[in-house]
Nanobody
Framework: QVQLVEAGGGLVQAGGSLGLSCAASGRTFSSCAMGWFRQAPGKERESVAAISGAYTYYADSVKGRFTIARDNAKNTVTVFLQMNSLKPEDTAVYYC??????????????????WGQGTQVTVSS
C-alpha cells in the first residue's frame, strides 16, 4: 500500500522556522520526483518545491527561504522541507507528492501520482 505521510507542521511566529518531513513507502520511490505543495483557504493548490535527482525547483515566493532535500533508503524515501524566515502568507496546508511516471512540469499538481494527507502550517504575525 502506497503511503505518503507528512509530519512537522504547527504554529510558528513570523520570522521563525519549521521543518516538514514526508515518509513515502509502499513502492520504490528512489527514482520518483518528489514535491511539496500548499493550499491556503479559498486558494488553489500551489507548488512550493520539488526535487528530482540533483535537480531542485523552488517557487519564487519561497526561494532563499525554503530548502528541499531527500533521503533515499531501500524501502522508504523521506523528503524534507526546511522553512526559514516564515511569513503569515506561508500559512497553508502543506502536501507531499510523488511523480513516478516521469514527464510533466514539477510545478503542476497534475504531474504527481501520489499525495499525502497534508499537514497544517500556521504563521502568526
Amino acid at each position: 500500500q502506497v503511503q505518503l505521510v507528512e509530519a512537522g507542521g504547527g504554529l510558528v511566529q513570523a520570522g521563525g522556522s519549521l521543518g516538514l518531513s514526508c515518509a513515502a513507502s509502499g513502492r520504490t520511490f528512489s527514482s520518483c520526483a518528489m514535491g511539496w505543495f500548499r493550499q491556503a483557504p479559498g486558494k488553489e493548490r500551489e507548488s512550493v518545491a520539488a526535487i528530482s535527482g540533483a535537480y531542485t525547483y523552488y517557487a519564487d515566493s519561497v526561494k532563499g527561504r525554503f530548502t528541499i532535500a531527500r533521503d533515499n533508503a531501500k524501502n522508504t524515501v523521506t523528503v524534507f522541507l526546511q522553512m526559514n524566515s516564515l511569513k503569515p502568507e506561508d500559512t497553508a496546508v502543506y502536501y507531499c507528492a510523488a511523480d513516478c511516471d516521469g514527464g510533466g512540469r514539477y510545478d503542476e499538481p497534475t504531474t504527481y501520482d501520489y499525495w499525502g494527507q497534508g499537514t497544517q502550517v500556521t504563521v502568526s504575525s
